[in-house]
């Protein structure tokens, strides 16, 4: 017998779309099925109402035929019992009993869904800021509850539609087998009329429907142990978040699925949310309503970053970048571990890993490349201890190569310790974002976090040079023992990225890199203010990294009060490549050096070409939107 389409019970906890979709191709089924048993059961009921109808006529006809008066009356009478019997009670008993079980499951199935939807919404709605774990232990039993009910509620219906698939084909032949034999009884004709063809194929119809029933049987009882194995499970299946404390998180995937909280803006102010299961396809983010037959595209992950957001008091929540710095959506996990994987995931993604062979071992071996990647484990633990709030950042895998900045003697490098001192601290917060530095400097002076003196009107950029705009997000920085080489500047990187990665730390702070003929300045690109300013004589190295084009850094020499001098690198991470702001950095350094010659100084500035208001700019092979150095440029970018 060919294999009978069945719903799989394992899919009933997860309720996906696709289970939908093919749920409800079982569900149209099951009423076609309905509607045609009805009108079988009309029409067998006219038959067996005509029979009755002959009976009587029989009956009277007997009166005139006294010799034929028993037999013709015992003839029609046996036969309308015997397809009351074999005809119309089976029909009768298949829609009473199966078809109105598959009815009451369904609407049982749709009660339970729409619980568990109201329990999940309230489950998301748990503030954040003025969090009551009593309430939240309420709320988190009350949506187990409606898990486990739907889940019981949707097995059951399962079953029940699986079923159907085996008793609809016995419920259609035993009437039919019914009335043939009760034709055949009824015309007493004997092998002479029936072939033994004939009672052959009555023979082997009967036989398969009994083998129709003990596969029924079969797989009712398959079913009845899967079920009971789906039940006994731990009750923190059906518990959001139940392994907070320690999750277990699979930081190699390549792919995700499962229903996220998306956050829609209704105006100004007014934002909504809306469930809903997103999963991903190669490079893109796709997005499937439920009921719905096919997903659609909602966000392109190539190159794009992922972090952790604070999201008013929603919790669990991320939100997907584009590459060129635009803020994109807004999603809501419903645990920690699902939030984590799903940053995991996407970051996986925006590195195009699942392009090549074997993506599984690639993300297996970046992952722990960064997780390596630091030189002493103790030193995380000083950095532990400092009070640095944490960014986000994707883990990149660094390796200390670069053609164009880093020497050719490898076989000469200097060794980790004497670059930077093992247990250094890293600050991956040094940059303010601009609301929280507007609002520790309301009401008075502000106070740039890296020391400098803020200037609003900074007159230097007026009568520079050069100006160069990069959108950049602020990786971490240290202090480091020397400035001799570039190296010191790929193992800071290294150090960065690995220690962010050891702490799932992902969070960054996005600025604007103005670079100039006289310092480097970081500006915030809300409001224009200043954040810091570096004096270009100060930046004794600087470098990007070769394979990862977006990484950049550079040292800057500090002077001490006691008169000594300090070294630290920041690293950052670019829009656009790291050469440009190295190539932006090198032609400001050089214009400093023939600023005294002005034959050398028009020389240089010869090969730089101007703007409309006499400023010099740097030509990019490729005009973006990263890059620019008008006041209009820059305000899009921060609306961006």
């Known amino acids: 017998m060919p294999a009978v389409d069945k719903l799989l019970l394992e899919e009933a906890l997860q309720d996906s779309p696709q289970t939908r979709s093919l ?3 079982f569900e149209e089924d099951a009423g076609t099925l309905t509607d045609y048993t009805n009108q079988l059961l009309q029409a067998m009921q006219r038959v067996y109402g005509a029979q009755n109808e002959m009976c009587l006529a029989t009956q009277q006809l007997s009166k005139q035929l006294l010799a034929y008066e028993k037999q013709l009356n015992v003839l029609h009478t046996e036969l309308a019992k015997q397809l009351a019997d074999t005809m119309v009670l089976p029909i009768i008993q298949f829609r009473e009993k199966d ?26 709605r748990l503030p954040k800021k003025k969090e009551n774990e009593k309430v939240k232990t309420e709320v988190g039993k009350e949506v187990a509850a409606a898990r486990r009910k739907q889940h019981l509620s949707s097995l059951q219906y399962y079953c029940a539609l699986n079923a159907l698939q085996y008793r609809k084909r016995m419920a259609m032949m035993e009437p039919m087998i019914g009335f043939a034999h009760g034709q055949i009884n009824f015309f007493k004709k004997g092998a002479e009329m029936f072939s033994k063809h004939m009672d052959s194929f009555l023979s ?13 049987e079969a797989e009712a009882e398959k079913m009845r142990v899967s079920q009971q194995e789906f039940l006994s499970v731990d009750e923190s299946v059906y518990t959001p978040d139940s392994d907070v404390a320690a999750p277990q998180i699979n930081r190699n995937l390549i792919q995700k699925a499962g229903y996220l909280n998306l956050r829609n803006k209704t105006g100004l102010v007014t934002t909504t949310w809306e469930r809903l299961y997103f999963f991903t396809q190669g490079g893109n983010l796709m997005c499937q309503p439920r009921g719905a037959v096919a997903g659609g595209l909602i966000q392109d992950l190539d190159n794009c970053s992922v972090m952790a957001v604070d999201c008013e008091d929603r919790r669990y929540c991320f939100q997907i970048t584009t590459p060129n710095g635009k803020s994109g959506i807004i999603l809501q996990a419903e645990s920690r571990k699902e939030n984590e994987e799903w940053i995991c995931a996407i970051n996986n993604i925006s590195r195009q890993i699942y392009l090549t062979d074997n993506p599984e071992a690639v993300a297996i071996k970046l992952n722990q490349t960064a997780l390596q990647a630091v030189t002493p484990i103790t030193s995380f633990g000083k950095k532990q201890e400092s009070s640095c709030p944490s960014q986000n950042l994707k883990n990149s895998e660094m390796e200390n190569e670069n053609d164009k900045i880093v020497p050719n003697a490898t076989a000469s490098l200097p060794e980790a310790e004497e670059l930077i001192a093992p247990g250094t601290p890293i600050q991956f917060d ?6 929280e530095f507007l609002d520790q400097n309301r009401g008075s002076r502000r106070t740039n976090p890296f020391g400098e003196t803020e200037d609003e009107s900074f007159p230097e950029a007026e009568d520079s040079l050069l100006q160069q705009m990069f959108i950049v997000r602020f990786l971490g920085s240290m202090a480091v023992k020397t400035d001799s080489t570039t190296e010191v500047i790929y193992e800071a990187m290294r150090q960065v990225l690995a220690a962010r990665a050891i702490h799932n730390i992902f969070r960054m702070t996005e600025s604007h890199l103005m670079v100039t003929s006289q310092s480097l300045r970081l500006i915030d690109p809300q409001t224009q203010v200043s954040r810091a300013n570096f004096e270009l004589t100060s930046v004794t190295q600087f470098a990007a990294h070769q394979e990862n084009k977006r990484l950049v850094g550079f040292v800057i020499r500090i002077p ?14 670019s829009n656009s490549e790291g050469e440009k702001i190295c190539y932006a950095i090198n032609l400001g350094k050089e214009i400093i050096a023939v600023q005294k010659d002005p034959e050398a100084l028009a020389q240089l500035m010869l090969s730089i070409p101007l703007t409309n208001d006499g400023k010099y700019v740097l030509l990019n092979d490729q005009p973006d939107d990263n890059d620019g150095n008008s006041s209009e440029h820059r305000g899009a970018e921060s609306e961006a």
Not at 99 to 124: I, N, P, Q, R
Not at 430 to 435: E, N, Q, S
Not at 560 to 573: K, R
């Open 204 to 216: 082997s119809v009967a036989d398969m429907v009994q083998s129709i029933q003990v596969e029924l």
């Open 430 to 435: 040094i940059v303010l974002p601009a609301t």
């Open 23 to 25: 749920l409800s191709v």
């Open 560 to 573: 001490e009060s006691t008169g000594e001098e300090s070294l630290s690198t920041y690293i950052f991470e």
């Open 99 to 124: 078809l109105t079980e598959v009815s009451t499951l369904k609407d049982l199935f749709g009660l339970a869904s729409h619980e568990h939807d109201l329990s999940m919404a309230k489950y998301s």
